[in-house]
């Protein structure tokens, strides 16, 4: 019976140790020069939008092209490049869609103002709806 | 039926419009995953690149942003390892044939499995720029291949075409930017 529990340990050990290099191998490895740089590789790539997935940022994509684009925010930031240099970098070749805080412009104004618009329509509705009942 | 009921109906009705009105743009070939480039009325980024045809690494022929056509031509973007550029092959091979200029780009391909591709295919391009890093791919904006970027005879490109090009979309559609390039 100990002998079996033993046996059981050990294949559990190799399991989670196999499905760690694993998940190491999926991730890639780069190397930074300070933590804060770390930070901002996280931040830009979060908010970087794949555009071949489309509904993953570049962080949690493996598509191809996103490889490519989050190996390009690396060596623009090692470049020295910011934060928003970054994203103008990807947007004026990308278009608007890969950011996922798009500037307010005439193309984009439709994604900022829709929102209000509904709450807006909303609102009218509930509000009448409210006089409907008073009478 | 009291207003009140009518006005959620009407809501619910509108939507399903909405809804069958993409459903049919859809089924009329329009792919809601196709994104808008950037590029449009830019130039071709900078770029030095070798010819696909270079003999070997050291005799070069280098190709860059300047010595592209002077006239309008459309810059394919394909890869051996690519199934939808095999689909679309042929039809390239037809396009030279009625005279389009077509300059290809071998994007992040193998050099030996590109050009055997093409000798065992056809080659339909005049030229073919080898990126197998992807850096000209990156600069253009291209996000899988097939990629078809149109450029007028200004050197701007006009319209880029993600997916397949084929006898249908190029008659309703493609033709006529082709036109407007020239």
């Known amino acids: 019976m100990i002998k079996f529990r033993l046996n059981l340990k050990l294949i559990l050990i190799l399991f989670t140790t196999i499905i760690s290099a694993y998940s190491l191998a999926a991730t890639d490895i780069f190397e930074f020069n300070n933590p804060q740089q770390e930070q901002q590789f996280h931040e ?7 555009p071949q997935c489309q509904n993953n940022s570049i962080a ?6 996103s490889v490519d684009m989050r190996n390009k925010v690396y060596e623009l930031l090692q470049q020295g490049k910011d934060k928003q240099q970054i994203i103008d970098y990807m947007i004026e070749r990308y278009g608007n869609f890969v950011s996922y805080n798009p500037p307010l ?6 994604l900022w103002s829709a929102p209000i618009i509904l709450l807006l329509i909303g609102s009218f509705f509930l509000l009448r709806r409210k006089k409907d009942e008073d009478k | ?9 009407v809501i619910f009705i509108l939507i399903c419009m909405m809804f069958l009105y993409q ?7 329009e792919n809601i995953t196709d994104l808008e480039s950037a590029m449009v009325g830019k130039n071709i980024p900078e770029f030095k690149l070798a010819s696909l045809f270079n003999p070997d690494e050291t005799e070069q022929i280098e190709i860059t942003n300047h010595n592209m056509p002077a006239q309008a031509y459309l810059l394919n973007v394909w890869g051996s390892w690519c199934p939808a550029c095999f689909d679309e092959h042929p039809f390239m091979l037809e396009l ?4 389009v200029l077509l300059i290809g780009m071998n994007y992040k391909d193998d050099r030996l499995k590109a050009r055997q591709w093409l000798a065992n295919l056809g080659n339909p391009y005049k030229q073919v720029i080898f990126d197998p890093k992807g850096s000209l791919g990156f600069d253009l904006g291209v996000y899988g291949a097939p990629e078809t970027f149109f450029i007028n005879k200004n050197g701007k ?10 006898a249908e979309n190029w008659a309703n559609k493609l033709n006529k930017i082709w036109q407007e390039a020239q």
């Open chain 2, 157 to 166: 490109i006009i319209y880029r075409h993600v997916g397949v090009i084929n």
């Open chain 1, 44 to 50: 830009i790539s979060q908010q970087l939008r794949c």
């Open chain 2, 96 to 99: 030279n044939k009625k005279g």
């Open chain 2, 23 to 29: 459903l049919y743009r859809n089924n009329q070939g």
């Open chain 2, 1 to 9: 039926m009291s207003k009140k009921l009518m006005l959620p109906l």
């Open chain 1, 105 to 110: 412009n005439p193309a984009t104004i439709i």
């Open chain 1, 60 to 65: 949690d994509s493996n598509a191809q092209i």
